[in-house]
């Protein structure tokens, strides 16, 4: 049989079949209308007949079957339509073949299958009915068991085929891709393989882009958000800043991305200087910094803006470009003061920066209060005492955080950022360690403490000499909040005595 549908010779054709040669005779004076369709209808109804003569000879033969061979037994009952050793014994030897027979027997009706898709809701009114009340009004499409045990053939064969990792490796093609397409023609399928993509291994960037578009247009959206995070949570222990930023974007895990740029903020204020330098930034990360407008993630592009312009503010003041350099700090202290507006702390008020940073951010503002020389206008003076303002109003538990942030940023003045002995010497980011970690509970000043103090949150840094245009710290040991923002209220007070002076 495997040989006339291979269309190789037939061992018994030979044998009392004068009707093949005149076929084959005939073939040749078959009208061809230039497309070959009328040939090839030839050939295939030549295929049937010669398959149909050997499936009579094999059921009429006196040759009976080996009753102690299953597999000759599973063979004729295949030959006679015995849907149970299909679905029963057939599986044994191979649940290829036993799932392509119980698809083939499905499409011809011989085995009863599974609903699939919408089918339910094509008969209206009687959508709505399962299949033992369907039974009662003689409209079901027969035994619920069977059709469940013939499907439960195909699921098991596509569940197999998870475990394959390539199917055709020079094509690309993995065991899963073939499989989600078996399980949509199963009832239950679909969600049986959403469950089953969720289980693979995440070995490559490559997988995880290829499974996250299947999910994306197959409507697996939770799917899709498991497999981000969970490749995501994995690069937490490299340097891949950008590509966990991504995943973790497409998980809408906004909570993981507020730690991951909180960390590299708190690096950067730590150092004086961009973290991680301009040189190690990874790519992704680079073009998202680069293309801001080209990131389609509303929350991704706000929680990035913080840092990005912190980044923006330390590459403006060393190339000497101090207006840009002004404008962008005043827009990291305002996006740090939001969560004490009037004065009021709300905890829950989403800020790309954290308030806890106000005080070293006015650090670094210092250097630009300088009367004799006007780098900040009347609209980013006024902002900046508002700022101020609120931050004195609340004080507690804000003042006190903002406190120990100074001081160990005072520390951190003579670190050249390659995190010394209680670095990471391994370069990784640090975020599954110390209790800062990506979907963590703990609160964010108390996860990068504990990670300042262990020494992952400034580990590789600015490896080797960093290049600053200044240092603020200089000259700053032993300051606290108060002092920076009695020198910060001192300066503005001067240059906004100077505007009225001169009439601006």
């Not at 050939?43 to 010669?50: C, N, Y």
Request: net charge negative; with cysteine.
């Amino acid at each position: 049989m495997w040989g006339v549908t291979d269309n190789s010779d037939d061992p018994d054709s030979s044998t009392g079949d004068d009707s093949e040669e005149e076929e084959d005779g005939d073939e040749d004076g078959v009208y061809d209308d230039g497309t070959g369709k009328a040939l090839n209808r030839r050939r295939r109804e030549k295929d049937l007949t010669r398959l149909s003569k050997v499936t009579e000879r094999l059921v009429e033969s006196d040759t009976p079957l080996d009753p102690t061979n299953e597999l000759e037994l599973a063979a004729g009952a295949c030959l006679v339509w015995d849907t149970n050793v299909v679905v029963q014994v057939m599986p044994k030897f191979s649940l290829l073949v036993a799932s392509a027979l119980v698809e083939i027997c499905g499409v011809a009706g011989s085995i009863q299958r599974g609903k699939i898709g919408s089918e339910g809701k094509n008969r209206g009114m009687m959508g709505g009915f399962d299949e033992d009340e369907l039974a009662v009004f003689g409209t079901n499409r027969g035994s619920g068991a069977e059709a469940e045990k013939a499907d439960g053939v195909v699921k098991e064969y596509a569940a197999g085929l998870f475990g394959v990792e390539w199917v055709d490796e020079k094509a690309q093609v993995e065991g899963w891709e073939v499989a989600v397409g078996v399980f949509h023609r199963v009832r239950g399928g679909r969600e049986m393989s959403g469950k089953l993509l969720t289980q693979l291994e995440l070995t490559s960037k490559e997988r995880v882009e290829k499974l996250l578009t299947y999910c994306g247009e197959n409507n697996l959206e939770d799917e899709a958000s498991e497999i981000a995070a969970s490749f995501a949570e994995r690069l937490s222990g490299t340097t891949s800043y950008g590509d966990s930023l991504h995943f973790f974007s497409l998980a809408n895990d906004r909570f993981s991305l507020h730690n991951i740029l909180t960390k590299l903020t708190t690096s950067s204020l730590l150092h004086s200087t961009p973290s991680p330098a301009p040189s190690s930034l990874d790519p992704v990360l680079s073009s998202l910094l680069k293309t801001p407008t080209s990131i389609t993630s509303p929350i991704l592009r706000f929680e990035l803006s913080g840092y990005a312009t912190l980044r923006n503010f330390y590459e403006s003041r060393d190339s000497g470009d101090h207006s840009r350099a002004v404008k962008a700090l005043v827009a990291v202290l305002k996006s740090a003061g939001e969560k004490l507006d009037g004065g009021v702390y709300d905890a829950d008020w989403d800020s790309a920066v954290e308030e806890w940073m106000i005080a070293v951010l006015l650090g670094e503002l210092m250097p630009y209060i300088n009367p004799r020389k006007r780098y900040i206008g009347m609209r980013e003076a006024m902002d900046v005492l508002k700022v101020i303002t609120d931050f004195e109003c609340v004080r507690g538990d804000v003042w006190r955080r903002a406190e120990e942030f100074l001081q160990r940023v005072l520390a951190h003045k003579d670190s050249r950022g390659d995190g010394g002995s209680g670095g990471n010497a391994g370069g990784v980011n640090g975020m599954t360690e110390s209790g800062y970690m990506a979907g963590s509970m703990i609160s964010s000043w108390e996860s990068v403490r504990d990670g300042i103090d262990s020494g992952l949150v400034s580990a590789n840094a600015a490896p080797g000499a960093t290049q600053r245009a200044w240092d603020w710290r200089e000259g700053a040991e032993g300051w606290k909040v108060a002092d920076i923002i009695r020198v910060v209220r001192l300066g503005i007070a001067k240059i906004v005595a100077d505007a009225w002076l001169l009439g601006e």
